[in-house]
Nanobody
Framework: QVQLVQSGGGSVQVGGSLRLSCTPS????????MGWFRQAPGKEREFVAA????????IYADSVKGRFTVSRDNGKKTLYLQMNSLKPEDTAIYYC???????????????WGQGTQVTVSS
């Protein structure tokens, strides 16, 4: 069973930056879309950003546009999320995920990372 292994995250002050990474445990793993989701305490999981692996096309939630950048390294099969100008409302557990479709709907992602905590304090 392929696993998506996440790294990065942590605690930062308002306005700071963090970078998340996500790599599949199998180097031959193929995907159409890899994305990032987050879930804050007491809230539902929400879409953050995604990249269509082949084309490199990216999509973002309105709440993170202009602050977050999703990218991929095709050679390393690694997904990144660069988070700048962080706000307290960005505090959540962040998950990477993989889908065989061009989608931002969480239910259409079949593989998920273990999650990593991001905490933004004022």
């Amino acid at each position: 069973q392929v696993q998506l292994v996440q790294s990065g995250g942590g605690s930062v002050q308002v306005g700071g930056s963090l970078r998340l990474s996500c790599t599949p445990s199998e180097p031959t793993f193929s995907t159409y879309t890899m994305g990032w989701f987050r879930q804050a305490p007491g809230k539902e999981r929400e879409f953050v950003a995604a990249v269509f692996w082949s084309s490199g096309t990216t999509i973002y939630a309105d709440s993170v546009k202009g602050r977050f950048t999703v990218s991929r390294d095709n050679g390393k099969k690694t997904l990144y999320l660069q988070m700048n100008s962080l706000k307290p409302e960005d505090t959540a557990i962040y998950y990477c995920a993989s889908s065989s479709a061009p989608t931002s709907k969480g239910e259409e992602y079949g593989y998920w990372g273990q999650g990593t905590q991001v905490t933004v304090s004022s």
